[in-house]
Nanobody, 128 residues
């Protein structure tokens, strides 16, 4: 399995921006599909965005479409989630996750059960 470490969370005012990073180690990262999930208190963990192993395909949940941008640099084993126009409802712990099976499926899943490796999470708090 690949090991993942998120960074970049923090406190920001509504309308502000943050960039989260997910750094991988342990296995060749370029063969993994990656998803970003978030979990707010009392709510289920939800997928906000995914990116394919090559970076050529992305998915965004409707709630973040047009505001969040996912990219990856496989030479640095890192995936980035740029979050703009943040809203208080974006407040959550954000997790990145890697799926080794995504490539064999030809798509990156949005369900938590499909992911093999998870980071520890980073808190994002958006004040109104």
């Amino acid at each position: 399995q690949v090991q993942l470490v998120e960074s970049g969370g923090g406190l920001v005012q509504a309308g502000g921006s943050l960039r989260l990073s997910c750094a991988a180690s342990g296995r060749p990262f370029s063969s993994y599909g990656v998803g970003w999930f978030r979990q707010a208190p009392g709510k289920e963990r939800e997928c906000v965005a995914t990116i394919s192993w090559s970076g050529g395909s992305t998915y965004y949940a409707d709630s973040v479409k047009g505001r969040f941008t996912l990219s990856r640099d496989n030479t640095k084993n890192t995936v980035y989630l740029q979050m703009n126009s943040l809203k208080p409802e974006d407040t959550a712990v954000y997790y990145c996750a890697a799926s080794a099976r995504a490539r064999s499926w030809g798509m990156v899943p949005t369900t938590t059960a499909a992911y093999d490796s998870w980071g520890q999470g980073t808190q994002v708090t958006v004040s109104s």
